[in-house]
């Protein structure tokens, strides 16, 4: 069974950086879309980045240009890296794995294996 589980969440400044890391166990995950999300308090999940099996990445408006979304096969681990953090990106952030059959990647409803989010509080 497919399990995931997020680390390097935490509390940071306005303009710092962190490294989220999602170690994933089960092979079926390299066959298909890894994303990131977030929940910020009291609003909706939504999509932060993605990462296809060929490296393909895809972003959200919001974060391009100052998040990166990689992974390492070996590793068996996504990983986010986050710079230029902002008050707005304080938010409990998952990563997840894509059914198969694609859609979009910011999609929730094509998600069915999540970790247990990590939390991300950005302080201006």
């Known amino acids: 069974q497919l399990q995931l589980a997020e680390s390097g969440g935490g509390s940071v400044q306005d303009g710092g950086s962190l490294r989220l890391s999602c170690k994933a166990s089960g092979s079926t995950y390299r066959r298909t879309v890894m994303t990131w999300f977030r929940q910020p308090p009291g609003k909706e999940r939504e999509g932060v980045a993605a990462?296809?099996?060929?490296?393909?990445?895809w972003y959200a408006d919001s974060v391009k240009g100052r998040f990166i979304i990689s992974k390492d096969n070996a590793k068996n681990t996504l990983y986010l890296q986050m710079n230029s953090l902002k008050a707005e990106d304080t938010a409990m952030y998952y990563c997840a794995v894509q059914e198969p059959g694609g859609g979009f990647w910011y999609d929730t409803s094509r998600y069915k294996h999540w970790g247990q989010g990590t939390q991300v509080t950005v302080s201006s």
């Open positions: 990462i296809s099996t060929d490296g393909t990445t």
